[in-house]
């Protein structure tokens, strides 16, 4: 039986295997399809299989090619194109592989699979659960290494093509009745991030991360860095589930964010509880800044750009970092948390764009807190209410009107109701959890953030 490592690693690229005992593929011979690769795509409420591509021993013509000619076991089929790759990205008039695109909103689409806890967990509490160890409803105390409640399952999906196809030499594909079950996946964007340890002498701690270094990355040059920190529901000891929960640290490395701002994008993957809410952290925060300094040294990064961010527990991380380390970071990226308001002063000169829900019960009235404590001692605050519906155009517009007022903190909160997707419960941590699946999608705030200088 796999092991839960082997269910949550998905796969390390796109020669990775990820069935076993698969339908034979169609026969060789001039056209015929050789193999199938499972294509994921990461959104805000984590990772989905969303494409299967097909490649053929002849180039495929492009121009005709139907969905209609393509069935997927227990899927949709929206749509059908030409690549030159295995790689959406590389779509083209004609090419060896057909890009078979999916549904995302199949319900077998998304990956995650929730586990039952057992009855009895002493390690730490559940993240996302109601009840934690330090009994105040949160996910467990900070060094608590909780039970793991969620694996990724394998992708993969069994094709058939159904309808004949044209090569570009004006031959026909036959349909066939052979299944095509996938043998390799590929994670556009995911793949990027290399999976490293850093071993803490100052700490005595190990710490797994992601590390995304520019496409072309020249050392004559400098280059900002994005730390992302993921919630207690992330918690895990498989490096890559924070690449797969959501868009907190991908979005930053995107090739199309990477076009207008490259930059390094740092993930670390915490096994263990790293701030809970009695404003403990672990002893992660130390060897996460320990972990930048040394990046720093190997590579050309920028001291004084230099960004965190992270949703819940990360947030709460982030702002554990600026009042231990107040001049270390330029800026601050910070949603849905809360921290205590007696100790956030170090936060005033500092530049911050906090984002929180108003249907979040502890991270809203936490983050009015703050930011009135912070509005007290001096700091210059604008404040807006948006709402999580709108499109990205909206969301610029907005941007705009609150950006023009030059402030170094800006408060924005998602209006009530906004965040919850239509028919889906609001019960239980809903509203906290829905303000990530939307707040890493907003680019104007990204910019913002790249903007900022220490």
Known sequence: MPSRRDFLRISVGVGTLVAVGAPALAKSGAGHARSATAITQVFGDGIRLTAVAVAYDTPIQGTNLSPASFQVEGRTVTGAFTSTSADPADRAASGHFVIVTLSPADTNALLAEKITPPGDNKTGATPGSSAGSNGRGGPGNAGDIPFYDTTYKLPRATLFQTGPLETIHDQRVAASNTALTTTMVKNPIVDDFRQLEFHDAKTGKTLRYNLFVPKGYDPKRTYP????????????????????????????????????????????????????????????????????????????????????????????????????????????FLVAGQWDPALVKPLVRQKLWILVSQDDDKAFPGENAITEVLARNGAKISRATWDGTWTAKQFRTAFDKIDAQGSPINYVTFAKGSVIPPGASTAGASGHRNTWRIAYTIEPIREWIFRQHR
């Open 225 to 332: 860095l994005v730390l992302f920190m993921h919630d207690a529901g992330a918690t895990s000891d498989v490096t890559r589930t924070t690449l797969y929960q959501g868009l907190g640290a991908i979005a930053w490395a995107s090739p199309q964010d990477q076009a207008q701002r490259p930059a390094f994008v740092l993930a670390p993957q915490y096994a263990e509880i790293i701030a809970d809410d009695d404003g403990h952290t672990s002893a992660m925060l130390d060897t996460t800044i320990d972990l930048i300094e040394e990046l720093a040294s190997r590579y050309s990064i920028d001291r004084r750009r230099l960004y965190a961010t992270g949703q819940s527990g990360g947030c709460m991380m982030s702002i554990a970092m600026g009042i231990k380390f107040p001049d270390f970071f330029a800026a601050s």
